[in-house]
């Protein structure tokens, strides 16, 4: 493969006491198998993670900056979507 | 999930405010008794520098690839293999100065090439230099991280509590470095035309320094349950080299094997300059720090 023709990928990292694989970069590689040999040597050298994730980047479909408005502004209003009318308990954690 | 930073869930517990600064490190060798086991000193000694220069000679060609690699990815996987073996070699190292009164610096900056214990493999050109080219790099780390990893593999087993410690740590290393070597054989001879006779020039150019690797040396025999006898390991290693040049479709490279001995301090014409560039810093400004 040519200096040009490696695709680019986008790399997830999942930490020891995480719950979810994080995005932490992106990088270049010749095929998967590769990219997550080279994930591991960029992205977790000092410790970061346990679980590694890449994905192709021209296989992840993203949303439109033009489209913000009609996308996201219509969830700032709408206080009935947010459950503020409960009491949560102290001891609970992760809700 | 909401995390201000994205790097915040990586951290264990919030100590570290900076990720950047990782999620701490543990000291591998912490708690191993280092007390010297009932053998011949010097042996083991000099057992501890063959081990501890195959890795500190291998570190220095690496590093040569720094900013010189293909691809930046490739730039720091190789120089992390370098890492590994230089931090093998560091522990080796300090085991042989703790046997004979010195320390690793003494050891690594101010022998001489005749005093060098490696085996010939580690100190060729494989490249960037006019030695060789990546092809040929790959080549000596597929060779060279299957018999390390094979005979670290067996030093697990080892009387001394160091050099069992050291082998256990460096298992984990050297696998991923005996991976990295056969995914890109196989990327290599499954490449193109060119990357292909490349693949082939280098595993013809430092097949003639295989013997070597598993000829044992008196040392090694004297110090039985302590050190590896290398001729154990054949089988082993020309298993998993078969399957790999199997799956690559190559052929066993067909070239008369070179007569020599690193183990005995004969070296190739290659290592002199290596070490004068390797130790120069350290003899022009002796008992300097930083």
Sequence with gaps: ?95 | MSFDNAYESLIEGGEEKHWAFGTGFTDALAGVDREIPDVDRDDLAAYCLMLGDDALVYAQRLAEWCSRAPELEEDVALANIALDLLGQARMLLTRAGEIQGTDEDTLAYLRDAAEFRNVRLAEIDCGPGPGGDFGTTIARLLVFSTWRLALLDALTGSADPVLAAVAAKGVKEVAYHRDHAAQWALRLAGGTEFSRSRMIAGLDKVWPLTDELFTPHPVELRLAGVAVDPSTLRSEVDSVLDTVLGAADLARPDVPQSPGAGRDGVHTDELGPLLAEMQQVARALPGAVW
């Design chain 1, 1 to 95: 493969m040519t200096r040009s023709s490696w695709p680019l990928y986008e790399v997830f990292v999942r930490g020891k006491r995480g719950l979810n694989h994080v995005h932490v970069g992106s990088l270049h590689a010749p095929d998967d198998e590769m990219a997550v040999r080279n994930a591991r040597d960029l992205y977790t050298r000092r410790n970061e993670g346990v679980s590694i994730w890449v994905v192709r980047a021209d296989a992840i479909t993203a949303s439109s900056p033009d489209e913000k408005d009609p996308f996201f502004a219509p969830a700032g209003d709408k206080v009935y979507r947010h459950p503020t009318f409960y009491d949560i308990p102290q001891d609970v954690p992760h809700l």
